[in-house]
């Protein structure tokens, strides 16, 4: 920032005082001259935000609607400085929905505002402001004969270009423009035609006068501390590559970019945050997502980064993020997508899609950039080929860059960011829904009947209903057995969901014996065998009656192989066997009812515990 800027700041701010001051002396004749009663309580709009107020103390008048979650409240109690004046008064129970006087009173910045829920306004949280206020009623003071209401109207209304000696301010209507602009800008605007500096402009002046004691006037603290690009709100954690091979030079050129991209982020509480984990042999976090909260810290800290050297364990670094970078000691906040943007120079010394699919599984966004990758003839070397699109959750090449040279790394900045901020297209990380193989193991048996065949088809109609369907997504297959099995359709043979559910209503009653054991085997070999490694296997078993053969090696079979089994059993199935059938605990994989006519009720029971243990999968 310039000095002429900061001069006249400074002197804008000297005008200030001298102006508040003479407007206090010369109060008496100054309401005369404005012909407006002294105790007149400025009215305010909702969107003001106390930091625009520079008075410690002040009375406003707010009007009715300033509980629109529009307006932005940050605190509970004590509110940062960057809240609305009249929502904080809503928000604290002070002010009814109906507008109304509240006292305003401006205390120290605090390290921390806490969001909550009260009187109809959600506040927010923020980690730290430079000012704050407290509200309460203006009656509780007797405020009505103090002149500090016509001095905070004089200061509302206050022009700069107006020599401070020789006129009072003008007795314009009471003029605080309602501007609300998400960040605070660059100091100093002025307006062209008048060459009056706009003294309400968020981060003009005056704003910054509000936040910063006078004798801080010289300092660096007068660049506005940006909230962040609210556009892009994700928590993000950049993995990036420490090892030995890399050399320095590339190392730089890493942490070059990750400035670049720290820029263009512009980072801040209510936009992106960040955070950086280096790997070598081991990982270890460099910063988290609230160790440096405007892009600035950021990139004077990752300038300070040294390379750790070692190997490239890639997927061990993604298990450490997974299981520790992402908590809210670190910063984690509760509505902005989880990111992982992976830095990998040529190729990872360990494998990475085990450890990407459980990072994925916890709601983890991953993004791959390899730099300098194998070419045909190192191919060999690779531990894990392709690692990249098999750690990513679609292989479209949203969530994938390859940069031929570290020399052209640069121009990846900008593509990433926009990748990263698109929000939307972030929602592809697993959940209970979009990632399992799902196959129906269907009990065709003459005991079923044909009647009760179709009402079994709906149950696995309204069941695969509820999932995600797609090659990408959850996949749905379909056995149906007697004596003997056959495979009606397979996990790659539909893409849709409309497709699925056409499907299951062509399937055919078949009817004959009951070999429920043979056909689990038959499922784990003609249906399981071509699950992919990173779907959840799911087998959902349909039975009216007790198997002919042992389910015990079978089934056993089935847990072996990761694949859960939910067992359900209609009318004369042995509940038992059901048991032996389900997946431990069996209280929760098994289920039965005594007709076809019930097969309904456990539709939703079973979506639900299939969620559940999803979500409680171990975040390792
Ligand atoms: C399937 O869903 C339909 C529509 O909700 C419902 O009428 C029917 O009873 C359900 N049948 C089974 C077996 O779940």
């Not at 006292?103 to 402001?129: D, E, I």
């Not at 660059?186 to 009056?196: M, N």
């Not at 078993?541 to 847990?559: E, F, K, N, Q």
């Not at 209609?570 to 431990?584: F, N, P, S």
């Amino acid at each position: 920032m310039g000095i002429a800027v900061i001069t006249m700041k400074a002197s804008v701010i000297e005008m200030f005082l001298v102006l508040l001051v003479t407007g206090i002396h010369s109060n008496k004749e100054m309401t005369k001259k404005v012909k407006r009663p002294k105790n007149t309580v400025p009215q305010i709009h909702c969107d003001i935000k106390a930091g625009k107020i520079i008075n410690p103390e002040f009375i406003v008048k707010c009007p009715a609607g300033c509980q629109d979650p529009k307006y932005h409240v940050y605190g509970t109690g004590v509110y940062a400085s960057y809240s609305s004046v009249c929502g904080a008064g809503v928000h604290s129970g002070v002010l009814g929905n109906s507008g109304g006087k509240i006292l305003v009173r401006k205390v120290a910045g605090q390290s921390g505002y806490k969001g909550t829920y009260s009187n109809g306004v959600q506040s927010l949280s923020l980690p730290r402001w430079r000012e704050s206020f407290i509200v309460s009623g203006e009656t509780t003071k007797a405020y009505e004969t103090t002149p500090e209401p016509v001095a905070l109207m004089q200061a509302l209304t206050i022009s700069a270009a107006e020599p401070p000696h020789t006129s009072l301010p003008k007795p314009s209507p009471f003029i605080i423009s309602a501007t609300s602009s998400p960040r605070p800008q660059p100091a100093g605007h002025r307006s062209q035609e008048t060459g009056e500096v706009d003294l309400w402009k968020p981060g003009s002046v005056l704003l910054d006068a509000g936040f910063v004691p006078k004798e801080e006037l010289s300092t660096q603290s007068l660049e506005p501390v940006s909230l962040g690009d609210p556009n892009c709100k994700v928590d993000l954690s950049f993995l990036i590559d420490g090892s030995s091979s890399i050399g320095k030079r590339r190392f730089r050129i890493q942490k070059q970019f990750l400035a670049d991209v720290a820029q263009a982020l512009d980072i801040g509480p209510a936009g992106p945050l960040m955070g950086v984990v280096q790997y070598g042999d081991n990982p270890a976090t460099q910063f988290n997502l609230k160790t440096h909260m405007n892009s600035q810290d950021l990139k004077t800290a990752i300038e300070k980064i040294t390379q750790r050297g070692g190997l490239s364990n890639v997927g061990r670094a993604i298990s450490f993020v997974t299981k520790n970078f992402f908590s809210n000691a670190n910063g984690n906040r509760g509505g902005a997508p989880n990111v992982v943007v992976v830095m990998v120079d040529g190729w990872p010394t360990d494998k990475v899609e085990e450890s990407s699919r459980l990072a994925r599984e916890s709601g983890i966004n991953i993004f791959f950039i390899t730099i300098e990758g194998a070419v045909e003839n190192e191919k060999q070397h690779m531990v894990e080929p392709n690692f990249a699109n098999k750690a990513v959750c679609r292989t479209n090449g949203f969530y994938t860059f390859s940069v031929q040279s570290w020399f052209g790394l640069h121009k990846t900045a900008a593509p990433l960011v926009k990748r990263v901020c698109d929000t939307e297209r972030l929602a592809c990380s697993k959940t209970c829904f979009n990632s399992a193989d799902i196959g129906f193991v269907i009990d065709g048996s003459s005991s079923v009947g044909t009647g009760n065949f179709r009402t079994v088809l709906q149950f696995v109609a309204n069941i695969s209903r509820e999932f995600e369907i797609s090659d990408t997504d959850t996949r749905i297959g379909a056995v149906q057995y007697t004596y003997e099995q056959r495979l009606e359709f397979g996990f790659d043979r539909y893409r849709s969901k409309a497709d699925v559910l056409s499907a299951i209503k062509r399937v055919g009653y078949w009817s004959g014996g009951t070999s429920t054991g043979a056909a689990i085997q038959y499922a784990l070999e003609q249906l399981f065998q071509q699950s992919k490694s990173n779907k959840r296997k799911l087998m959902i078993l349909i039975t009216d009656g007790r198997s002919y053969d042992d389910v015990r090696l079978p089934a056993m079979a089935a847990h072996h192989r990761g694949v859960i089994t939910y067992a359900v059993g209609v009318a004369w199935a042995a509940q038992e066997e059901l048991e032996i059938m389900a997946t431990h605990p069996a209280r929760d994989h098994s289920f039965f009812v005594d007709e076809f006519d019930h097969l309904y009720q456990s539709v939703p029971r079973i979506i639900k515990n299939i969620c559940t243990e999803f979500n409680s999968q171990p975040r390792n």
